[in-house]
C-alpha cells in the first residue's frame, strides 16, 4: 500500500485566496483525521470522519474551514478565505479503527499565506 | 478542557547517553499511544499502552504506563544519532479522538 497520500506538498497563497487540500486514506481504513501543525499549538485535530461522516469538527479554527469525505477513498479540507496565520503544516491521517488502532499519517501539505 | 503536558520540551544529549520523556495528564487515560516524528516529517506510530503500571520495550526503547494511567514516560538507552527528532505522546479519554501532547524534541550530539 502506498500509504496516507496528500496533495499537495506544498502550497503558497495569497491571503484571501481559497486553498484545498487534498487527502487519500489507506484502502480499508474506516477513520480519517485532519491536523494541523504549527510551532505554537502543536499538532492539533481539526476534525475526523467515521465512515466518511464527520463526528467531531470542533478543531475546526472557525467558518473559514470546511472538510469533507465524498467517498472512502477521498477527503477535502478547504479554507476560504486564507489567512496568513493559517501558514501551518497539515496533515491527514487514516485507521482502521479508532483510537484503539495506530493511526498512519500523511507526508502533510506545508500551506504559506502571504 | 484537558491537558497533556510533556517535559522536557527540549533535550540535547551526548550519543551514548539515555534520555526519558515524560507525559502527564490531569485526568485517567484509557490508553496512550507514542509517536516520533523526525525533522521535517510526518508523525509515526511507536506504540500504545493500555494496561496500568504496563512496560514494553522496543530494543533501546522503554515505555512505561503510570499505575493510576494518568502519565507514561519514554526512555531510550544509549541514545544514537538516529534517535534525533520529536517525540510525542498522544492520549484517549475514552472518546474516539487523540489529543497529542506537547512533544519533546531530541538531539543528538555525535
Known amino acids: 500500500d502506498a500509504g496516507v497520500i496528500q496533495s499537495p506538498r506544498h502550497e503558497v497563497t495569497e491571503m484571501g485566496q481559497e486553498v484545498t487540500l487534498r487527502c487519500k486514506p489507506i484502502s480499508g481504513h474506516d477513520y480519517l483525521f485532519w491536523y494541523r501543525q504549527t510551532m505554537m499549538r502543536g499538532l492539533e485535530l481539526l476534525i475526523y470522519?467515521?465512515?466518511?461522516?464527520?463526528?467531531?469538527d470542533s478543531g475546526m479554527p472557525e467558518d473559514r474551514f470546511s472538510a469533507k469525505m465524498p467517498n472512502a477513498s477521498f477527503s477535502t479540507l478547504k479554507i476560504q478565505p486564507s489567512e496568513p496565520r493559517d501558514s501551518a503544516v497539515y496533515f491527514c491521517a487514516s485507521s482502521l479503527s479508532s483510537t484503539t488502532y495506530e493511526q498512519y499519517f500523511g507526508p502533510g501539505t506545508r500551506l504559506t499565506v502571504t | 478542557g484537558q491537558q497533556v503536558m510533556q517535559i522536557p520540551q527540549y533535550q540535547h544529549v551526548q550519543e551514548g547517553e539515555d534520555f526519558t520523556t515524560y507525559c502527564n495528564s490531569s485526568t485517567t487515560l484509557s490508553n496512550i499511544q507514542w509517536y516520533k516524528q523526525r525533522p521535517g516529517g510526518h508523525p509515526v506510530f511507536l506504540i500504545q499502552?493500555?494496561?496500568?503500571?504496563e512496560v514494553k520495550k522496543q530494543k533501546r526503547l522503554t515505555f512505561q504506563f503510570g499505575e493510576a494511567k494518568k502519565n507514561s514516560s519514554l526512555h531510550i538507552t544509549a541514545t544514537q544519532t538516529t534517535d534525533v527528532g520529536t517525540y510525542f505522546c498522544a492520549v484517549s479519554y475514552n472518546t474516539d479522538k487523540l489529543i497529542f501532547g506537547t512533544g519533546t524534541r531530541l538531539q543528538v550530539f555525535p
Open positions: 499502552l493500555v494496561k496500568s503500571g
Open positions: 470522519f467515521n465512515n466518511n461522516v464527520p463526528i467531531d
